[in-house]
């Protein structure tokens, strides 16, 4: 009676090691993380760390709801519309040369240009009309004033087909005490693309 209790004791303490050493051995093979499973997805939030052209290059072709991309950009940054089309402040610039009848600056002023490319990444013909430029001072804010200059200006008139670029501007001026840098604001009055911020443009007039 007693060898037989002892071996009865005997296959239970080897029948819970044996599966002890199996549940840690396939523990281990279940809990070991993937390079795969440590890799993080970009953050295409609106509050995302990432740089224009990093999210450019990792979240753009998923842009939509609440992954829109960021609105406040630097001079030269592209922004990405919806539907594919994209718009970028290439520069602003100084305007130094006035035509016989081209608006000219106060001497307290400085005038200059805001230049705008549309590339059109959508499937159909996008209206330039559609388009407006604006410009503000972004320093102390600052008087900013709509000039006609004729000299280099580009009008926002026409369409643009699909995989064509179009350029525009508009030209401004701005009291000297409110500096030189300038945020541009860039609106499209398209019903099919409206955005709950406009995208804007921070850089220096060059």
């Known amino acids: ?41 970009a953050d295409c939030g609106a509050d995302s760390d990432l740089s224009q052209s990093e999210w450019m290059e990792k979240c753009a072709d998923d842009a939509g709801g609440d992954k829109a991309p960021t609105t406040e ?22 305007l130094t040369q006035f035509g016989e009848f081209d608006d000219r600056p106060k001497p307290n002023q400085i005038a200059f240009r805001v230049n705008l490319d549309v590339k059109n990444d959508s499937k159909k013909p996008v209206q330039l009309d559609d388009f407006a430029i604006d410009a503000s001072g972004a320093t102390n804010g ?39 840098q300038i945020v541009a604001t860039v609106t499209r009055m398209d019903e099919d693309t409206i955005l709950d911020e406009a995208p804007n443009w921070t850089g220096p007039i060059r």
């Open 1 to 41: 009676m007693k060898i037989r209790t002892s071996l009865a004791i005997a296959a239970v303490v080897i029948l819970s090691v044996t599966a002890a050493c199996s549940s840690d051995t396939s523990g281990n093979a279940d809990t070991k993380p993937s390079k795969a499973a440590k890799a993080k997805p």
């Open 73 to 94: 950009l630097k001079v030269g940054d592209t922004f990405k519309y919806p539907d594919g089309v994209r718009a970028t402040i290439s520069s602003i610039s100084q």
């Open 142 to 180: 600052g008087n900013v004033e709509l000039v006609m200059v004729e000299a280099g200006a580009k009008q926002l008139i026409g369409r643009v087909a699909p995989g064509a670029t179009a350029k525009g501007t508009n030209e401004f001026a701005i009291t000297k005490s409110s500096g030189r």
